[in-house]
């Protein structure tokens, strides 16, 4: 495979992540956006933005970070998860575009299973931990272990993610003839 199909397979890929990326940042948008409508009396906005959350998060009031004396639009572990899906997705930006000295050895420590099974674990276990009674988990600490779980869940299997998605599209533009449609444009 040439290296011009990689460039563009490369930039089908970049364009998809900008939009999960896109998707992620309006998901924690529209979180702190709704306790700011209520503020400025805007309660219809606030309420589209709380039923727009709904499908993602409990929004249960005593477990969400207060803003103005509103809850936010979701709950401080999913503002966490989605917090460090953010944060995982934009590095992974930064560094697809040689940004990072690093980057190889951090990527390389991060996705391997153990790093990224114990980020997954931390959650799991502050959520068991609180549930029996053994910890009694605030909402820092459930944003911290929603961080970890993003981080955790993105960090190892986005790798192969990443590469199937790029198989795909070189697949997609070789034998679809993309390719060539592409270059006589």
Known sequence: MNNLQRTQSSRFV??????????IGSLLLAGILAPVFKKL???????ICYHFLAPTCHQLADRCFQLFNY???????????YFGILLIRLFY?????????????FLNRL???????????????????SQT????????????????F??????GPQFLIYRC????????LVQKGVLRYLMSK
């Not at 009396?41 to 309420?47: C, I, N």
């Not at 936010?72 to 999913?78: A, E, F, T, V, Y």
């Not at 996705?111 to 931990?129: C, H, V």
């Open 111 to 129: 996705t391997t299973p153990l790093i990224f099974l114990s980020f997954i674990s931390l959650t799991i276990f502050e959520w068991q931990f």
């Open 41 to 47: 009396g805007l309660v219809t906005q606030s309420e």
């Open 133 to 148: 009674g053994l910890f009694h988990s605030s909402n820092c600490s459930r944003f911290v272990s929603g961080i970890a």
């Open 150 to 155: 993003g981080i955790g869940w993105l960090s």
């Open 93 to 105: 930006q930064i560094n697809s575009q040689g940004f990072c000295k690093f980057r190889y050895l």
């Open 14 to 23: 970049y364009i998809l992540d900008l939009l999960f990326i896109i998707f």
């Open 165 to 172: 998605m790029r198989r795909c599209t070189e697949k997609l």
């Open 71 to 81: 809850p936010l639009g979701i709950c401080s572990r999913c503002t966490g998860i």
